[in-house]
Nanobody, 124 residues
Framework: QVQLVESGGRLVQAGGSLRLSCAASGRIFSRYGMGWFRQAPGKEREFVAASTWSGGSTYYADSVKGRFTISRDNAKNTVYLQMNSLKPEDTAVYYC?????????????????WGQGTQVTVSS
């Protein structure tokens, strides 16, 4: 079992930056691939970014590529999502998730554990 707790979401102006954190506890964090997803009101949950267990490989949705960066610190059992040049369309609840499957995972069905989410609101 892995418990995930996100933090760092808040209201920010367009063009601003935020860093989300996801703290993990429970089973060995470093053995899990990690991902970030988001869900805007009235929309389905969508993939944002993913990292392999080592952090050596990452993958991003086209909508955030070049603006967001996923990273992890296995010593601290934490994964981060640095978000720059934020846009109003980035407004959503952001979730981190852990996957026991090998490699980069972009589909929420591949993830075994989920956090409760943190709200990011970008004003224009």
């Amino acid at each position: 079992q892995v418990q995930l707790v996100e933090s760092g979401g808040r209201l920010v102006q367009a063009g601003g930056s935020l860093r989300l954190s996801c703290a993990a506890s429970g089973r060995i964090f470093s053995r899990y691939g990690m991902g970030w997803f988001r869900q805007a009101p009235g929309k389905e949950r969508e993939f944002v970014a993913a990292s392999t267990w080592s952090g050596g490989s990452t993958y991003y949705a086209d909508s955030v590529k070049g603006r967001f960066t996923i990273s992890r610190d296995n010593a601290k059992n934490t994964v981060y999502l640095q978000m720059n040049s934020l846009k109003p369309e980035d407004t959503a609840v952001y979730y981190c998730a852990a996957s026991g499957k090998y490699g980069i995972r972009r589909h929420d069905n591949d993830y075994d554990y989920w956090g409760q989410g943190t709200q990011v609101t970008v004003s224009s």
